[in-house]
């Protein structure tokens, strides 16, 4: 956060374009490293059902209304350096947050920081009003434990075996594809018709209800499905639209939006499932490179947007055909459903086609509902 709004604040000062690209890559680092983070964390503190909360209707629900306010600052402030001012000004009421936000307990565990990962669960039943067991890590064990080398992980461990390199490289196409489908579809606002900050303002408007659909799915249906789903529903949608009369310009903004909301959908559950499929100790890892990939996604998604310099209707069958095939490759992941976050690479589930494996007996009980923490320890 840090990164991301210093580097943004002397970004004002630029005196060329060169310069203010350089600085923009670096906020740019800043920026998604914290977003990813937040999520990784959200995840590992937070108990299934907040922590479904929490990555949708929280982090993404804000983002999208940070969406909104841009369009609206930007039409009020013309001025690029006061508009850019006006807009990194907010980051510094995240300093705060360091001494509120405890740190994940299972990833201290994990760096066999036993004591401090014990004082937050102590702290987190305090606040919930559960009676924690005065001794949560045995003493003996712990010395069994902290004899033990710790494992030290590397990101070739995401292809460590062939189902773990198959989950990887699943992972990697669809948060890459997904994210050409969005960032094209948000790059595109633009060229279509009416105006441009109302465009905008709608673009992330739509983003609040697939935020909300995301979540209603994600607390009761297979993930896999539910992703596959709306994958399937919004590039069906922006396949339509090569068939609307180029007169009808609301009908075909209204199919983009729809087209939008199906892969907002898609987008928010990626956190989620792909954090729910990896163990602690990659998890952070994983999420990065799939979001890495993503953010590949994002810089090739404005060529598909110049395909429109060719065919209007262009960019929208290639999306949609893209869209409707990252959904059928969803449906070859392993589900997460109902099934306790994984510890460590051996617990990671197998590549099960289109067959939903049946939840352990100890999966189910493993899974604790508090509201703030998961004292699965």
């Known amino acids: 956060m840090a990164v ?20 923009f890559i670096i906020v740019g680092m800043g920026q998604i490293s914290n977003y990813v983070v937040a999520f990784i964390l959200g995840t590992e503190i937070l108990s299934k059902s907040v922590r479904i909360i929490f990555s949708t209707l929280g982090v993404c629900t804000f983002f999208a209304i ?35 936000i405890p740190e994940s307990p299972r990833w201290l565990i994990s760096q066999r920081r036993f004591e401090e990962a014990e004082q937050i669960i ?47 490289v699943m992972s990697v196409m669809l948060w890459m594809l997904t994210s050409v489908g969005y960032f ?15 465009n905008c303002f709608l ?18 249906l297979p993930r896999r499905y539910i992703i596959a789903g709306v994958l399937f529903c919004g590039g069906g949608v922006l396949l339509l639209i090569q068939m609307v ?67 209007r209707l262009l960019p929208y069958i290639v999306m949609g055909s893209l869209t409707v095939l990252i959904g059928i490759i969803t449906l070859f992941f392993p589900e997460s459903f109902g099934v306790a976050l994984p510890e460590n690479l051996e617990q990671m589930q197998k ?15 493993r899974e604790e509902s508090p509201k703030v923490l998961i004292t699965a320890f």
């Open 351 to 365: 590549v099960r086609g289109f067959r939903c494996g049946k939840k352990s007996t100890a999966s189910l009980d």
């Open 66 to 100: 940070g969406y909104m306010v841009l369009p609206l600052f930007a039409y009020f402030i013309r001025d690029w350096r006061m508009l850019l001012l006006a807009l990194t000004l907010p980051g510094v009421l995240c300093a705060p947050l360091w001494w509120f």
């Open 122 to 168: 102590q702290k987190a039943a305090k606040m919930n009003s559960i009676v924690a067991p005065a001794v949560i890590f045995d003493p003996l064990e712990l010395q069994e434990l902290n004899s033990l080398k710790q494992k030290k992980v590397f990101i070739l461990d995401l292809f460590k075996t062939r189902n773990i390199a198959t989950i990887t």
């Open 4 to 23: 991301q709004t210093g580097f943004s604040f002397v970004q004002i000062f630029s005196t060329s374009w060169e310069m203010f690209t350089v600085l």
């Open 203 to 220: 673009s992330g408007l739509i983003e609040v209800p697939a935020y909300f659909t995301a979540w209603l799915l994600l607390r009761n």
């Open 184 to 198: 094209a579809l948000s790059l595109n606002v633009p060229n279509l018709h009416g105006d441009i900050y109302l």
């Open 245 to 311: 009369p180029e007169d009808y310009n609301f009908v075909s903004i209204g199919l983009v939006m729809l087209g939008k909301f199906g892969v907002t959908s898609a987008f928010s559950m990626l956190y989620v499932f792909t954090a729910e499929l990896y163990p602690t100790l990659v998890r952070n890892m994983a999420v990065g490179i799939t979001s890495m990939a993503s953010r590949v996604g994002s810089i090739i998604a404005p060529y598909f947007v110049y395909l429109g310099a060719y065919n």
